[in-house]
């Protein structure tokens, strides 16, 4: 597979995230993102060049009045490097089974919901239902029960599916280095793996029980993808269970460690905000529309090339207002229930969606915006040409 011989010539990495991530502090960050005044921001936006220290700058609260000025440039930087078009994307959920204990998740271990994961025929009746569509990669999604849905079941999936799809990507429990490798063998693009946040003492706190306590393996994670050589890493942090400011400041530096050192892979950030589910927990930060759009300008400004992902936890208006903004990537018509294509439509979510539209009415509106929809990744029709 040409994915893997081109990234096989990605540097062995000798150290890893964690021991830049030690190098910073959670509360001198903090406090000098809100210290940040007007002056440093009206220097910061006469710069070409957006550094990781200017990144703190532009997500500060004083950076605020100056998000109509962060618009216009991320809306020209995104036009500028990836044209006129918008990726769709959809997820499929194979299981809710889960060991884990996160306090945010309607999946989570000690929720009283019934249990299911997709046997072949549910896999390939909904990837029926999927294709229908228009979609042409998908996005598998699992809880984390190694016993059920553990690698041997996901290579099975994937080998079951590759030739519905002309990529697939996955968002399921962190594995080894060597198990990541057997996947990318059986045809795996892209693994979504967010930190939730970057606090270690509040992970702790929505972590308590399950391998997902593990701080250190979670965040050592991207990690050992990148020295397995996968295509693309999709980054992010849960809004909700920490200030916003410092987990994206940690998700910033992640990126950029990650793409000094494992070059060759692509990536992508997304921007999840606390949805309700099964047995709520209440955002103990609440971060507006508003700053939400001042995040995706600041990204955008910060790297170029990075794919800004927006799900259909966000509302019909916001997604509507946010195309034109710095996002290349928005999924539509998503069921986060295992079967909730065409298996058991009516079963438990993982979290309550906020935009319902159909994938037809979310391409209409993309495209009554001037842009043009994508059915698939690029990245991977670039890199088979080569
Ligand atoms: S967030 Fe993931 S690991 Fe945690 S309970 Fe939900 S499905 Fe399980």
Redesign the pocket.
């Known amino acids: 597979m040409k994915t893997q011989i081109a990234n096989s010539q990605q540097p062995i990495a000798k150290s890893n995230f964690k021991t830049v991530f030690e190098t910073y502090n959670w509360d001198t960050l903090e406090q000098e993102i809100y210290a940040v005044s007007k002056t440093d921001v009206e220097t910061v936006l006469a710069k070409e060049k957006i550094t990781l220290n200017d990144f703190k700058v532009l997500i500060s609260p004083a950076a605020k009045p100056f998000i109509e000025h962060m618009a216009q440039r991320s809306h020209q930087l995104t036009k500028k490097r990836f044209g006129n078009t918008i990726q769709m994307y959809i997820p499929m959920y194979l299981s ?1 089974e ?5 306090t ?6 000690t929720n009283k919901i019934p249990r299911k994961t997709l046997s072949d025929a549910e896999i390939l009746k909904e990837v029926e239902h999927i294709k229908k569509l228009g979609y042409d990669h998908i996005l598998l999604v ?3 029960a190694n016993r059920t849905v553990g690698v041997s079941y996901l290579k099975h999936a994937i080998q079951l599916i590759k030739k519905h799809f002309s990529n697939i990507s996955i968002e399921v ?1 962190p594995l080894d280095q060597e198990e990541y490798e057997a996947l990318i063998a059986e045809g795996l693009y892209a693994v979504l793996v967010y930190q939730e946040t970057y606090h270690e003492a509040t992970y702790k706190t929505h ?1 308590p029980k ?1 391998k ?1 306590s593990n701080f250190n393996y979670r965040l050592d994670t991207p990690d050992r993808l990148g020295k397995a050589g996968i295509h693309k890493i999709g980054l992010g942090a849960l809004f909700g269970l920490e200030d916003w400011r410092v987990d994206s400041f940690y998700t910033a530096l992640h990126l950029k460690y990650l793409q000094k050192t494992y070059w060759r892979t692509k990536y992508s950030i997304s921007f999840p905000r606390l949805r309700p589910h099964q047995g709520d927990v209440e955002p103990k930060v609440e971060m507006t529309d508003t700053d939400l759009v001042q995040l995706i300008c600041a990204y955008r400004m910060l790297d170029e090339d990075v794919e800004l992902s927006m799900s259909t936890r966000e509302s019909e208006t916001f997604r509507n207002n946010i195309i034109k903004l710095g996002i290349t990537s928005i999924s539509a018509e998503s069921k986060t229930n295992p079967g909730g294509y065409a298996v058991a439509p009516q079963s438990l979510e ?1 979290f309550e969606i906020s935009d319902e539209r159909s994938t037809d009415a979310i391409k209409n509106m993309i495209q009554s915006q001037g842009y043009e929809v994508v059915w698939k990744d690029w990245d991977r029709s670039y890199v088979n040409s080569h």
Do not use: L, W
């Open positions: 809710n889960c060991q884990n204990i996160c945010y998740c309607g999946f989570s271990m699992t809880g984390e429990q972590h399950g997902k993982q």
